[in-house]
């Protein structure tokens, strides 16, 4: 996958369930990126990090959490409180100057049941 | 913030025809803008971009144009084939404090028909 790897490929949540997806990357990026992307719709960034142990919300982080304790790993929590969770969700890494382009995990498909 | 329209959302072109999207944006200290390949369920892919300082990028069979004044950008595909069907998206890219800030076009269908 490019050196950018997210597990699971498929995901099923239950009511009030929360749940971890992970992304690690061995590109040696220091920003790495959630986006959240619905059917016939364009990319939604959740959150971002340019460097360890720091992070940032994007336009819809309301029901997600995120660490990044190390450069490699940026997992994504989507929570309870998450009303609406059913999505595919792509993970991505770039350098961190204007002018690279990203690059994308396989993306994690969670359903909720 | 910044804003990036795209048109047209789908698009159905014979194969070997051409094929044109569109993409403009709202601010100029965007610098970047890379286009992406998405095909059904897997993950997008840089397909080409362009820099502010370069009016016009050619890649095989893929080409991107830029016109700063007008804050727009386009991708044209030559000889479509039927492998070039996919769901294609442009970004527009700013350094904000050493971060670059990304926007996403909100995509095009390419259907190619054989």
């Known amino acids: 996958d490019g050196g950018i790897t997210q597990s699971p490929k498929y995901l099923f949540r239950k009511e009030g369930q929360n749940v971890t997806l992970s992304c690690e990357q061995n590109?040696?990026?220091?920003?790495m990126y959630w986006y959240r992307q619905d059917p016939g719709q364009g990319l939604r960034l959740i959150y971002y990090?340019?460097?360890?142990?720091?992070?940032q919300k994007g336009d819809i982080a309301e029901g997600y959490s995120v660490s990044r304790e190390k450069k490699e790993s940026f997992p994504l929590t989507v929570t309870s409180a998450q009303k609406n969770p059913t999505a595919f969700y792509l993970c991505?890494?770039?350098?961190?100057?204007?002018?690279?382009?990203?690059?994308f995990g396989s993306g994690t498909r969670l359903t909720v049941v | 913030g910044e804003n990036v329209e795209q048109h047209p959302s789908t698009l159905s072109v014979q194969e070997g025809d051409s094929a044109v999207i569109k993409c403009t944006y709202s601010?100029?200290?965007?610098?970047?803008f890379p286009w992406y390949k998405q095909e059904l369920g897997k993950r997008p892919q840089l397909i080409i971009d362009?820099?502010?300082?370069?009016g016009e990028k050619k890649d095989q069979r893929i080409a991107v144009t830029l016109n700063k004044t007008a804050k727009h950008f386009s991708l044209h595909i030559t000889e479509t084939q039927p492998e070039d069907s996919a769901v294609y998206f442009c970004?527009?890219?700013?350094?904000?404090?050493?971060?670059?800030?990304?926007?996403f076009g909100t995509g095009t269908k390419l259907q190619v028909i054989p």
């Open positions: 991505a890494s770039s350098i961190r100057d204007s002018g690279y382009g990203y690059t």
């Open positions: 590109l040696n990026h220091d920003a």
């Open positions: 990090s340019q460097i360890v142990n720091d992070f």
């Open positions: 601010d100029s200290a965007s610098n970047y």
């Open positions: 362009i820099r502010s300082n370069v």
């Open positions: 970004a527009a890219t700013e350094n904000s404090g050493g971060y670059q800030k990304v926007t």
